[in-house]
Each structure stands twice: as C-alpha cells, then as structure tokens.
C-alpha cells in the first residue's frame, strides 16, 4: 500500500509518524480522564447537576466556576491568572520542593512558552550602548533563539557536554560569558531541565554550581522545567532550582533572580492544545514584577480552559477521593509506558553502527549523533543542505518518518544529530525504529 502526497506522487509507507514535534496525543496518547472530566463540567455547567460524573470533579468544577467572573468560563480571568488557580499551584509548589510559595508570584500564561516570551521582552533595552543578552544551551529548543532575534537580544551561546550527559560545563559557561562581554551586555542564563532535545535531567550537584555561577555574575536565571513530571532513567530525579537555591542558603536564597516555568503540554498530560503553563518568579523587585505584570494585562488573560487544565494538574485528586483510583493509574500507566520507550529507542539506536545515544533521562526525546559517509556530506553540499537536513529529508521521503535535523537546534561544529520524540505509541515506535535500522543501513550502503 502506497500513500500520496498532495502533489499525486506515491510513497513508499502507509502514513507519516510525526517523530518531529512534542504533541502527546497527536501520537496517540489517551487524554486523563479527571481533567476532561473537570474541563466538561466548567463548559457546559448542566453537567454537574445531570452527570454521573465523580463528585470530586462535579466539586472542582464548581470551585472553578466560582473563581471566575459571573460564574463563567467564557469571562475573562485576572491578568494574571484566576486567584483560586494561583493558590493552587503555589500549594504545588511548597509540596514540591519543602519550601514556601507565594501566590502573588505565580503567573498563570498561555503554555509556557508565552511566558518565558514575556521575561524575555523585560530584557531588550541596552546597557552602556550593548544589546543584552542571554545564555542559552546548545542545542537548545528553538524557542528562545526566534524570541531573542524577535527581541534584538544577543545569544549567547554555551555547549551541553555531550559526553557527561549533556550536562553543563561552569568553565563553558564561563568561557561563553567572557567571549559574550565584548559584544553584549549578558544579563540572564537559561538552563532546560530536564533537557529538550536532549533529554538529560541534571544532578543536584550542577545545579549547585549553576547556582552559584548565575549569582556570581548577577545573571537572571530562567529555569525551563515544564518536563519535571518526565524521568525515568534509575538515578536521576528531579530538582527543582528554587529547592537547590532556598537549600544552599544565603546568599543564593534571598539574592538571585529566579523565573521558573512549567506547562501542563508535556508531563503525564499532554495537553498541548489547552494551552496552560505557570512561571513563579523568586526575588525580583518589586517594581520589576509590578511592570512585568503591568504588560502582561495587555494581553488580557490565559485562556480559561487551558487554566482549568492547570488547576487539575497543580492540585491532584487525593487519596481518598472519588477519581483518585482512575487518575492514578492513567498517570502511572502513562508514565511507565514513556520509561519503557525512553529505554528502547536508546538501546535501538546505540546498536545501530554509526549511532552514539545518550540514555533518555528524562524529557521526551533522544538527540543521537550520526556519523555520516563523506560521499553523503559531498551529496548533501551538492543539492545546497546541510549534510543532517539531507538526511532527514531521504529519511522522511523513503520511511515517511519525521525528524528534526540537529541543526535545528544547534550543535558542535563537525557533528551531526537529529532530535526524534519518544511519543510514538509503543507498537508504532517499534515499526518507527525497525523502519529506521533498514533506512540507516541502506543509506550506509549507497553512499559508502
């Protein structure tokens, strides 16, 4: 069986497996049944009066419906978010790390990304003639390259260590700030954890070190941590870097400027679509924040729905509750099933010849280094790609697997990756990999 594409032309494959992009149930995942549930009820109230729904979720959506104004989904919340909501989440926190949260800190925003768009914009005036700039990963999720050229801010760019992990080097970082003071006034740091595309999750002690290099430098630091729920690899968890900050003491806890971010796209949920996020902001000024918030209200609010989504995801069902058996296990059904293909795309690239994988820690993606033929690096120079764009391209053309080049993201000069997804439901991820070997090997082959 043959597939066409829009222009007539045939293929080689029955469908295309989007490997490319993090969107959970576009690949399949089954939505949790509280949230859809809950987003129900807050939608069309009748429901809660004439469903055989939970009580729990009849409960919560009422709780919601009150927070909002004239009782309504379809009013607009607080700029900031619903207050309900906020408190919400600032509960997930303090539970999260043993730390204190504060409510009027936490911002509500449409996925994540629109809030880190927003920290970013606070960046964009010059110092002493300089454009700032802003320490980002490489690779990094593309995200904050476009929104820093959107900004006229400078990156900066410092390289994960590949061969630790891809973990984060001080003296890289170190040596990026120094060759950045020339060109730009650098002012804040990003890190990813756990890391998109490249699936590492952090230890504590480098975060510690992170830490400290961030303060020594006056750098606010923004912690894109919106993958916190996915870890899978024995040995590694979770810090977040308010916990390691608040625990290292002063000055670090009362002293630097922390943004943190999280999404309810990735995670157990997946609900890309919905559009939720938060970020918590950690000893800003007063008058910064008061600003900050002051442009965010021009946009009005965070869809209503995407806040409801984030509401279920900060505040739990609890033991003991109606829809506490049927949330659990989706959630650890879900969670299971990513750790057992985070496991088999690793092991299925690293024993393909040509493949180096780091173990997938954490995220949802593996970010493999290919080694590449030269007679496929000259073909590639030929037709005007890059040599991991050209191949991407044959992969997708001849598999119809979709991928995204390493380029993309960013990479070592000399190497070659591409970032894949581990969401491909477990059936289609082996018809995915086993597809992959044969495309891999035949490549090898012609341009060997």
């Known amino acids: 069986m043959?597939?066409?594409?829009?222009?007539?032309?045939?293929?080689?494959?029955?469908?295309?497996?989007?490997?490319?992009?993090?969107?959970?149930?576009?690949?399949?995942?089954?939505?949790?049944?509280?949230?859809?549930?809950?987003?129900?009820?807050?939608?069309?109230?009748?429901?809660?009066?004439n469903s055989d729904f939970p009580a729990d979720v009849k409960q919560r959506a009422k709780d919601i419906l009150k927070a909002c104004g004239g009782g309504s989904v379809g009013s607009y919340s607080m700029s900031q978010g619903i207050e309900l909501v906020r408190r919400h989440v600032a509960e997930y926190i303090e539970k999260r790390d043993g730390h204190p949260a504060r409510w009027q800190d936490i911002c509500l925003s449409t996925g994540a990304s629109t809030a880190i768009k927003n920290v970013l914009q606070m960046l964009c005036n010059k110092i002493d003639g300089k454009p700032s700039g802003v320490m980002i990963p490489i690779p990094q999720y593309p995200l904050y390259s476009a929104s820093l050229a959107e900004y006229g801010l400078e990156q900066v760019r410092y390289y994960l260590d590949e061969e630790r992990d891809w973990g984060l080097d001080v003296a890289e970082l170190t040596r990026a700030l120094k060759q950045a003071d020339k060109t730009c006034k650098v002012r804040a740091l990003v890190v990813i954890n756990p890391g998109n595309p490249t699936g590492q999750v952090l230890t504590r002690a480098n975060i510690e070190a992170i830490v400290k290099f961030a303060h020594e430098n006056g750098l606010l630091l923004l912690a894109d941590e919106v993958y916190q729920k996915n870890v899978y690899a024995p040995g590694s968890e979770f810090f977040s870097f308010k916990k390691v900050m608040r625990e290292m003491g002063e000055p670090y806890s009362s002293e630097l400027e922390l943004a943190s971010f999280m999404s309810v796209s990735k995670g157990y949920v997946g609900e890309c679509g919905l559009r939720g996020g938060w970020m918590e902001l950690v000893n800003l000024q007063p008058e910064v924040q008061a600003q900050l918030y002051k442009c965010i209200s021009a946009m009005l609010c965070p869809t209503t729905l995407g806040q409801t989504a984030v509401d279920c995801v900060a505040k739990e069902p609890a033991q003991g509750e109606e829809s506490y058996e049927v949330w659990s296990r989706e959630k650890a059904a879900v969670l299971a099933s990513l750790a057992e293909r985070a496991t088999m795309i690793a092991e299925t690239f690293n024993s393909m010849q040509g493949f180096k994988c780091n173990v997938v820690q954490g995220a949802m993606y593996a970010f493999p280094r290919i080694e590449l033929p030269e007679k496929a690096i000259a073909a590639a120079k030929a037709e005007g790609k890059a040599p991991d764009v050209f191949y991407a391209f044959r992969l997708l053309e001849e598999t119809g697997i979709c991928i995204v080049p390493g380029s993309g993201f960013g990479q070592r000069p000399g190497t070659y990756h591409f970032r894949t997804t581990i969401l491909p439901q477990p059936a289609l991820l082996r018809h995915m990999l086993d597809s992959f070997k044969t495309f891999h090997q035949n490549f090898t082959k012609q341009y060997s």
């Open 2 to 49: 043959t597939m066409g594409s829009l222009s007539g032309a045939k293929k080689p494959f029955k469908t295309v497996i989007k490997a490319n992009i993090g969107d959970a149930h576009a690949m399949g995942q089954t939505p949790i049944t509280f949230i859809r549930q809950v987003i129900a009820c807050v939608t069309y109230p009748d429901l809660i009066k």
